[in-house]
């Protein structure tokens, strides 16, 4: 009796894990004005996990606790921070970086994923025209060559991609909305595959942003420093 029971609880759990696996996970993706968001959802269950709620529900219950500001502290209130761009630097190391992850991730999964939207626009410019102007090249060229690898890699609907090139900006700027769908079987296998590499990446692009700090180690960043020569300052000393 007791083994029978035992049997049908272990059935039971295979059955609920076999009707787990079938349910797809759903990522969004988005980033606009400097501030990336990502979004999971799980059969009924929908949650953002970057920006983490909570951070924002704690500081949200504080700011209703405290009193409304005097208009004296209203005066002296420093503005807002200046949001993160995307820069050439950042631009440069996706393209080095993210094309042979995005490969490791993709085998032996890449038909059982769809991604639904696939819309990125990106402002190409920067500093020097010379620079700009090749830098669009080299995503004109990039562009083309992974595209229609990614086609037959994944299932892809709603596709806009498009490159824009300003010679009067200074700064590169990217809008992008991402949406994918697979199953936990694949997912697990993408982290075990680049889980890894693709956490370093996100790092490393994250430390590329502008704005830069006003110091590094109590020594003030150049007015026209990068990001990335300040970080090799960083590193040197």
Known sequence: MAGRIILGILLALALLLAVLLTVPVK??????DGAPQLWVRYGPVRRRIF?????????????????????KKEKTDKPAKKKAGI??????????????????????TGRSIRVRPLKVYVLVAGRDPADTALLYGQLEAALHGALPLLERAVWIEDQDIRLFLDFSVREADVIADVGV????GSLVWIALRAGGSLLKWFLGFRK?????????????????????????????A
């Open 87 to 108: 820069n050439r630097e950042q631009i440069l190391y996706a393209l080095e970086k993210l094309p042979p992850i995005l490969g490791r991730a993709l085998q032996r």
């Open 51 to 71: 920006p983490a709620l909570e951070k924002e529900e704690k500081s949200s219950s504080k700011i209703k606790k405290k009193k409304k500001p005097s208009k």
């Open 181 to 184: 769908s697979l199953r936990p």
């Open 208 to 236: 590329l942003a502008y704005p830069l700090p006003k110091e590094t180690d109590g020594k003030p960043v150049k007015p026209d420093q990068t990001a990335k020569e300040a970080n090799a300052e960083h590193e040197a």
């Open 27 to 32: 990522l969004r993706f988005s980033y606009e």
